[in-house]
Each structure stands twice: as C-alpha cells, then as structure tokens.
C-alpha cells in the first residue's frame, strides 16, 4: 500500500513538472490537476504492469 502511494505522489510531482516545462516550451495552457493526475495515473499502470514482468529474486517460483 505504501508503494502504490509513493508511486501516485511522486507521479503527481514529476508531471507537475513535466507538464510545466511541456507549456512553456509550446505555448499552451499549462493545467496543473489534468497534468499531475495523468502522470499520477500513467506511473500507477506502467509499475504495475512492470510487476506482472519482473520476477522477484527472494521467491521460489
């Protein structure tokens, strides 16, 4: 639980971030909630599914 919440604040800050940069440079709106939760909601799936792929050393599987 606490993993999943670390991966949704994080994801938050990084396209906050990312979302500023990407505005300034092309010029369009920047919107801080749309940006932040995408990001939040992308980094949530992508380390998600890479858990499905990665195989954990410490089991016997």
């Known amino acids: ?9 994080w994801g938050f800050i990084y396209g906050e971030v990312i979302g500023y940069i990407g ?3 092309t010029g369009v709106t920047f919107s801080p909630l749309a940006d932040g939760l995408t990001a939040m909601v992308i980094g949530l799936i992508a380390i ?3 858990t ?3 195989k954990d050393p410490t089991t016997d599987k």
């Open 1 to 9: 639980m606490v993993k999943q919440l670390t991966i949704l604040f």
């Open 48 to 50: 998600n599914l890479l």
């Open 52 to 54: 499905l792929f990665i």
């Open 23 to 25: 505005a300034a440079l």
